[in-house]
């Protein structure tokens, strides 16, 4: 079958402002996943060499970024966000058809960007530091908020633009510079808002692309001396190892991971909504987000209703190329996350757990050149069962039923992660008490698992992460360090803790 080649780019890693391709000369393929013979870019494959370059060239852009008043440095972000507003739409196709997700949703991911830009441009002028009294006489103490350096960044390909933004938009209004390495399926999307920062008139060397492996690229990055922070999105397999060598580095290192993320169905709730927030939160972005739900634990006394509700309309939903109106979801990213789905179909099967629709690759003309899984619905499912434990990160969801209100607790509770959950019910003394008690960075009342917005800390806790969290002004926490400056101005030596005055 003939590669459509006529809008395949050939892309280079960004150093010190300049395009450059890979020591190696090797490169990788950026391929559809709902269309595998569209090429859609061919992108450097690059070594420990490349990220030399990378770093050396952010440590020199650090010397000059970090003098850039922070009001002047926001500026740029503040264009940024709207040029990313006037390319929306093209970046939301671009990255549809790198990634799969639906149209409406890449939208979504864009816009992400779009909000962190104005966001963190706003904290350009905030960046709040504390004057506080000193315990001595004509002395004057504060505390600033100082830039780290260059900072490392490592990206997933499920919110290939958005993810990006979060790491590269507060790094660099802080006054850090940056050499970011995207996933190899969705590197596009990274490129496509770094464009939009250099449109915007971002300095050389402030922001730098590596593509590649996280083996070639990733881990030296983690590695090189002279990368004084990092940040990884990724699976937590991946973040223990990350974490650990940065630890051998003494660097600051956010890591925000896996999800098995809950939602709770209490007897008293609004089923229908209930169903529509499950189908969203389960099989949107094909099951593959952080926070996708993953698990629903329903009361019994409803489940019967609800799990019939909520499977007659799994069925009906429209599987597709995310680029066609009215397709609600598309492919899976790549044939190994098929994979993964298809294997976890058969050990939850092997569990015990009741296949109810789904459980395997699609079949048929309209899917045989891409990546498509049937949404997949086991009941029965046990809190002991694997499907019931471990991120499947596909369109894969285990009903659980519990009998009381502490029982969904226990299971929502009971598993490794702790990023996200939910609970749908009209009692406010539970909704209040589940805010309280449900062990995850983030909680919905009556909503689904999924939907953060910027502005909020985003992030979980257990092996979901090492406590810190991205969004909002805590943002600033990682990509920034604290410097505490006293002023003595009484013209003579005081000595804090001795001289007392008197
Ligand atoms: P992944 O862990 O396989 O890869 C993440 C990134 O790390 C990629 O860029 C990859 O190339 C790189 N990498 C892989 N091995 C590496 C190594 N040894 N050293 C350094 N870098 C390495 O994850 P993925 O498949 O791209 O994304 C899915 C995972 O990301 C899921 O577990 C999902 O829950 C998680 N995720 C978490 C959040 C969050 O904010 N908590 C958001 C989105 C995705």
């Not at 045989?368 to 029965?380: E, L, R, V």
């Amino acid at each position: 079958m003939a590669i459509a080649k006529s809008t395949t780019r050939n892309f280079k890693n960004l150093i010190g402002g300049k395009w450059v391709s890979a020591h190696s000369r090797k490169t990788f393929e950026n391929r559809n996943p709902a269309k595998n013979r569209d090429l859609v870019g061919i992108f450097p494959s690059s070594d420990t060499r490349d990220v030399s370059d990378a770093v050396a060239a952010a440590k020199e852009a650090f010397k000059t970024w970090r003098l850039v008043p922070a009001p002047k440095r926001a500026e740029i972000l503040f264009r940024a966000g709207g040029i990313l507003t006037e390319r929306k739409e093209q970046y939301a196709r671009d990255m549809t058809r790198e990634m799969g997700k639906v149209l409406e949703e890449t939208r979504g991911d864009v816009q992400e960007a779009i909000d962190t830009a104005f966001y963190m441009a706003g904290e350009g002028r905030r960046m709040f530091g504390n004057t506080t009294p000193s315990e001595l006489q004509n002395k004057f103490a504060m505390s600033v908020r100082m830039p780290v350096g260059v900072c490392g960044m490592i990206t997933p390909w499920n919110f290939p633009m958005a993810i990006p933004s979060w790491k590269l938009l507060p790094a660099i209004v802080c006054g850090n510079t940056c050499v970011i390495k995207p996933a190899q399926a969705t590197p596009l999307s990274t490129y496509n808002l770094v464009q939009a920062l250099l449109d915007a008139g971002l300095p050389a060397g402030v922001v730098n692309i590596v593509s590649g492996s996280g083996s070639q690229v990733g881990m030296p990055i983690v590695e090189h001396p002279d990368v004084t922070a990092i940040s990884l999105t990724g699976s937590s397999e991946v973040g223990r190892a990350v974490g650990m060598a940065a630890a051998a580095g003494f660097k600051p290192c956010s890591l925000e991971l896996g999800g098995k993320n809950a939602m709770i169905v209490m007897d008293d709730a609004n089923l229908d909504l209930a169903v529509e927030g499950a189908l969203w939160g389960a099989f949107g972005t094909t099951g593959q987000r952080c926070t996708a739900t993953s698990r629903i634990l329903i009361h019994k006394k409803i489940a019967r209703r609800f799990t019939e509700q909520l499977v007659e309309r799994a069925r009906k939903l429209r599987i597709g190329n995310g680029l066609e109106k009215g397709v609600q979801v598309g492919p899976q990213v790549s044939q190994q996350q098929v994979e993964t789905s298809a294997m976890y179909v058969k050990v939850a099967i092997d569990e015990g757990a009741k296949l109810l629709t789904g459980g395997k690759r699609l079949q048929g003309k309209a899917y045989a050149d891409g990546y498509f899984f049937a949404p997949t619905i086991f009941g029965g499912v046990k809190p002991s069962m694997r499907i019931a434990r471990e991120e499947v990160f596909g369109p894969v969801l285990s009903l659980l039923e519990f009998d009381n209100f502490e029982h969904a607790l226990a299971i929502a509770n009971d598993v490794d992660y702790g990023l996200s959950a939910a609970i749908y019910t009209r009692d406010v003394n539970q909704a209040y008490r589940a805010m309280r008690d449900i062990d995850t960075g983030i909680v919905y009342i009556n909503a689904p698992t999924i939907g953060a917005e910027v502005h909020l800390p985003f992030g979980g806790v257990k092996q979901t992460g090492n406590g810190h969290r991205e969004g909002g002004s805590g943002a600033l926490d990682f990509y920034t360090t604290w410097k505490s400056v006293y002023v003595d101005y009484s013209d003579r030596l005081q000595r804090a803790q001795i001289d007392t005055g008197e």
